[in-house]
């Protein structure tokens, strides 16, 4: 406690001996207060929902030339993107989507209600290529759902429309970007 006390003063002592053509304002005196011996903690600063992305989409590949890529999608449109087999853009890239098109999404996640979607739809094949869909769901937990075969109707137009809007961004089956 005498430590601070004397830091502060000292603090004090010396803002006062700066030249005049630097004190604008008027000081004014200022009397230190006991510091309680309750110690005190500030909160940590929640990482919120919308820093990390609100939508990853992936498809695997097959034993064939199916399509592999995976996206992690952002609120305001970021994309990053990995090609990895039968893509024409391979590797890892930063793409864009409108930020209009990201919320059209996540809209049309909540009309099919993707919530209660199973977390998985497989055939128990090895070579069939399957989709992937997390979304960030209000509690700020991402909900994954694996898809390649047995899907319903409901599920399999939500992940239609998805396939349809990434390979577009991917440039997949001749889409232009």
Known sequence: MRFFTLLLLSF???SSALPAAAQHAPTKKIKAK????K???RPKAAVPATAGPVLTFERTPCF???PAYSMQVYADGRVDYDGRHAVPLMGKRSLKLPAATVAEMLRLSREAHFE????EYLSGA????STIVAIRQPDGSLRKVKAEANIPENVKTYFTYLSTQF???AQ???AEK
């Not at 006991?34 to 011996?37: E, G, I, R």
């Not at 209660?116 to 977390?119: L, N």
């Not at 090895?126 to 290529?129: A, R, Y």
């Open 12 to 14: 004090f002592c010396f």
């Open 34 to 37: 006991k510091a309680s011996k």
């Open 39 to 41: 110690t005190v903690t």
């Open 64 to 66: 064939g030339t199916c």
């Open 116 to 119: 209660t979607f199973e977390k």
């Open 126 to 129: 090895t070579d069939m290529p």
């Open 167 to 169: 390979d577009q961004l």
């Open 172 to 174: 997949v089956n001749g």
